[in-house]
């Protein structure tokens, strides 16, 4: 089914234009938030470079203990880390 209206425009005009979209993840967990994720820091930037993401951030639950871990994992995969924390 074609797309219409104002999403088909879009669509069209991206289309003609070739353009690439970078996606960035702002807010993740990673498995040191132990309630909310399982996702490992390896998996994680190896899943990113596989998805041409220039950069991800990581905002585990009220703790930081992935920060160096991910930090270095980051910088040596060629993507910019974006430190954060999940405080409630």
Same mark, same amino acid.
């Given at each position: 089914?074609?797309?219409?209206?104002?999403?088909?425009?879009?669509?069209?005009?991206?289309?003609?234009? =070739?353009? /690439?979209?970078?996606? /960035?993840?702002?807010?993740?967990?990673?498995?040191?938030?132990?309630?909310?994720?399982?996702? =490992?820091?390896? !998996?994680?930037?190896?899943?990113?470079?596989?998805?041409?993401?220039?950069?991800?951030?990581?905002?585990?639950?009220?703790?930081?203990?992935?920060?160096?871990?991910?930090?270095?994992?980051?910088? !040596?995969?060629?993507?910019?880390?974006?430190?954060?924390?999940?405080?409630?």
């Amino acid at each position: 089914m074609p797309l219409t209206g104002v999403a088909g425009s879009l669509h069209g005009y991206l289309a003609q234009i =070739r353009m /690439t979209i970078s996606y /960035t993840h702002l807010h993740l967990h990673s498995e040191y938030s132990l309630v909310d994720s399982t996702i =490992r820091i390896k !998996a994680l930037v190896e899943a990113c470079v596989n998805a041409g993401m220039p950069a991800v951030a990581l905002t585990d639950d009220s703790n930081m203990f992935a920060l160096v871990k991910f930090y270095k994992a980051c910088s !040596a995969a060629g993507i910019k880390p974006i430190c954060g924390c999940d405080l409630r």
